[in-house]
């Protein structure tokens, strides 16, 4: 599966933006999705992730309560609303893709497929 990450862009300290991530291939509806995001001079770590059927999520405790993911195997497209954005939010954002369990599911090393990253830049 191909992945294309787009919505990022400036915002304010308090506002809100939504990720998208968009697939290609017809085996998407079958891949966990995850969301990381990588800070300058930092690891990429993740924020969110949603199952294959968009029944299960993560969220890491930084983001949680803020952010939402979810998924429309329609359109193969995951979403990631980020409301109440914080200067820490600042990073690149990312949305992978991997197959099977559910296992390790906050590791970027077990997933196969990357999008590009799309900036977001949180004003304070």
């Known amino acids: 599966v191909q992945l294309q990450a787009f919505g990022g862009g400036l915002v304010q300290f308090g506002g809100s933006l939504r990720l998208s991530c968009a697939a290609s291939?017809?085996?998407?509806?079958?891949?966990?999705i995850g969301w990381f995001r990588q800070a300058p001079g930092e690891e990429r770590q993740v924020a969110a992730t949603?199952?294959?059927?968009?029944?299960?999520?993560y969220y890491t405790d930084s983001v949680k309560g803020r952010f939402t993911i979810s998924r429309d195997n329609a359109k193969n497209t995951v979403y990631l609303q980020m409301n109440s954005l914080k200067p820490e939010d600042t990073a690149v954002y990312y949305c992978?893709?991997?197959?099977?369990?559910?296992?390790?599911?906050?590791?970027?090393?077990?997933?196969?497929?990357w999008g590009q990253g799309t900036l977001v830049t949180v004003s304070s």
């Open positions: 291939g017809r085996t998407f509806s079958s891949h966990i």
């Open positions: 992978a893709a991997k197959r099977g369990d559910w296992w390790g599911v906050s590791l970027p090393n077990v997933y196969d497929s």
């Open positions: 949603i199952s294959a059927t968009g029944d299960r999520t």
